[in-house]
């Protein structure tokens, strides 16, 4: 006889940009969500929802969340851009992904559960800078030397060890997640604010982005979809220059009021320091395997993308 129980989805880091995007969507779609967190919410509940406690560094987790939970969707670690890149910040970076995995694996191994898939998140910081010449990154492309290329590798290796114990597992290289309420486009549209389209260095730097809503329904396809399994990159099919996507804004958003401003590398180079390198980079990523997969984008350009953020808020 078939369970009755409500799937229920465990989300790590699910208070974030994404996990609260997701939370919505999984709802809609009739899951049960399990948030775990570092910090319980003070604000009242809401219905099919419930918050249970981790501590990556003590490798402490509520053991009920994994009994209970039918899948995991792993988002927590520490923000990329947010902060200086000091040792100190980058320790944390790499260990809040490497250590909470790590917490996943071994929570997996000891505490009895039902979970049958686990998505987890890395990004396209995987792959560096674009080779010369430009050929789309595939999936099959080894991981870059530089921090963020070394940060991934430990990351997608730290939750390796789920699919060894028999979880189907899937690792979502991700691309600029596009969103109303937070991440790279809040910072793109600030200089907006003063009729100013902010090119970032020559602007000639491609920039593989993907619709928050796309990324979402994506992270909904691996968990309902058996044969969705190993590395996918989420983004779009359509990478962009950071000049086409900063006047595709401006467009979008102030019609033919702006005025387009380049900010030199080397200012970018002084206010973000060794962060700079990545709005700078130019990386060029494939679609092609998660649309061979079965996955149709919504939203495929950046100009269909950015008109359906202006238009509708809050697009899930
Ligand atoms: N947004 C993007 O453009 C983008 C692009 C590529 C990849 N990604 C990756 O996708 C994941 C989700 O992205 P997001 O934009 O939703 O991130 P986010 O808004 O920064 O949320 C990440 C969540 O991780 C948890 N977290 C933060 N620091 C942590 C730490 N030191 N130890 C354990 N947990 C910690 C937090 O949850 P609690 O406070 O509730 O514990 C936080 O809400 C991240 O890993 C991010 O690197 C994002």
Redesign the pocket.
Known sequence: MQSLKTPTILI????????KALTKLLLRQGYAVT?L???LPRHKQIKGISYALWD?KKQQIDKTAIAEADHIVH??????VEQKWTPAYQK?IVE??TE?SRLLVTSLESIPNTIRSVIS?????WYGPDHDPVKPFEESEPASTDFLGETCRLWEAGIDPASVLGKRLVKLR????LANE???LAEFKKPLRFGVAGILGTGRQIVSWIHIEDLCRMILYSIENENVQGVFNAVAPNPVSNRELTVSLARVSRGKFFVPVRVPSFVLKLMLGQRSIEVLKSATVSARKIQEAGFAFGYQTIDEALQNLHAVRDPL
């Open positions: 790590t880091g699910g208070t974030g940009l994404v996990g948030i967190t570092r910090r990556v988002l927590a670690g520490a923000g990329v944390e809040s992904r909470s998140m890395s990004a396209i910081g991700t691309g600029i997640v937070g991440g790279a």
